[in-house]
């Protein structure tokens, strides 16, 4: 028995992706205003996993984001995030997924009458039994991470549109989701910034073995990925399976080592 199993060479037990989509397609418009946007999407990721989509502007890629996080209801095709398919899912299901799931849209979504500490706090909300001590011990400690410190009190009309992004980062990060959905976050950042947000978003991916799917165009992070994957006009070139970086070590055009941490 055991050895006919060594024989066979058994695989380790599989990996569930946490994020699995099946020739997913998704249209705007109805009638001769209909236009498809997505077109047979296919594209696991699992736990862990650093993944960012690139592509020209208007390929798809937000529309791609906002199914995933459960943000609008999948048309055709299949979604599956932890497990639970969207298609077809309910307004309950969608809500109780979206928990789990950290989300950096552009816009930050910030709340116009809290503080920076404030609203990062509300991230920290979703966890459970924690006290308002804990949770705002949290919200500052985000909030340094990401180099906001020293304006903790500050409204967010009294941010500039980088220090706004840096909250929205920090609230998403602070909910300690499994999933995290960015969509170009360090567009408004400076380089620095940029680059240690990144580092921030790759650290929280090891430790806490959440999954990322992030839309950059910014070619300074494409060393974080475990994998590159391109999208043009509503589909993913390589069948989603993209191009993997962090196995190699190297980054293909640069041939410089990828960054450690
Ligand atoms: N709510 C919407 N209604 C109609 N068309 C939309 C809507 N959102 C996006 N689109 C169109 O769908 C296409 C894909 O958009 P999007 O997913 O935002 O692309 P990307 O993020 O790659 O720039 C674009 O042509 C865009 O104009
Ligand atoms: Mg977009």
């Known amino acids: 028995?055991?050895?006919?199993?060594?024989?066979?060479?058994v695989p380790p037990a599989a990996v569930e992706p946490c994020v699995q989509l099946r020739q997913l397609n998704h249209w705007y418009g109805s009638g001769s205003n209909r236009r498809q946007?997505?077109?047979?999407?296919?594209?696991?990721?699992?736990?862990?996993?650093?993944?960012?989509?690139?592509?020209?502007?208007?390929?798809?890629?937000?529309?791609?984001l906002?199914?995933?996080?459960?943000?609008?209801?999948?048309?055709?095709?299949?979604?599956?995030?932890?497990g639970v398919e969207l298609q077809g899912s309910t307004r309950g299901q969608r809500q109780q997924l979206r928990r789990s799931i950290g989300m950096i849209f552009q816009g930050h979504n910030l709340l116009r009458c809290l503080s920076a500490e404030q609203n990062v706090q509300?991230?920290?909300?979703?966890?459970?039994?924690l006290g308002y001590r804990a949770r705002r011990d949290l919200a500052r400690q985000w909030l340094r991470a990401v180099g906001l410190e020293d304006h903790l009190g500050k409204l967010p009309h009294?941010?500039?549109?980088?220090?706004?992004?840096?909250?929205?980062?920090?609230r998403a990060l602070a909910a300690e989701p499994r999933l995290l959905l960015a969509d170009e976050p360090t567009a408004a950042l400076d380089s620095r910034t940029g680059r240690e947000v990144v580092d921030l978003l790759k650290g929280l991916a090891r430790n806490q073995n959440c999954a990322v799917l992030m839309v950059t165009h910014d070619p300074r992070i494409l060393d974080i990925a475990d994998r590159v994957v391109r999208m043009e006009d509503g589909q993913l070139?390589?069948?989603?399976?993209?191009?993997?970086?962090w196995g190699a070590?190297?980054?293909p055009d640069t041939g410089r080592e990828a960054a450690e941490g």
Do not use: H, W, Y
């Open 66 to 82: 906002t199914l995933v996080g459960a943000l609008r209801q999948v048309m055709d095709g299949s979604v599956r995030v932890f």
């Open 122 to 129: 509300m991230g920290a909300d979703l966890l459970p039994d």
């Open 37 to 64: 946007v997505l077109q047979g999407v296919d594209l696991s990721i699992n736990p862990g996993e650093v993944v960012l989509l690139t592509g020209p502007s208007g390929c798809g890629k937000t529309t791609l």
């Open 1 to 9: 028995m055991f050895s006919t199993l060594l024989a066979t060479n």
């Open 237 to 245: 070139m390589d069948r989603g399976q993209g191009e993997r970086l």
């Open 249 to 251: 070590g190297r980054l």
């Open 158 to 170: 009294d941010l500039s549109g980088g220090q706004k992004q840096r909250v929205a980062i920090a």
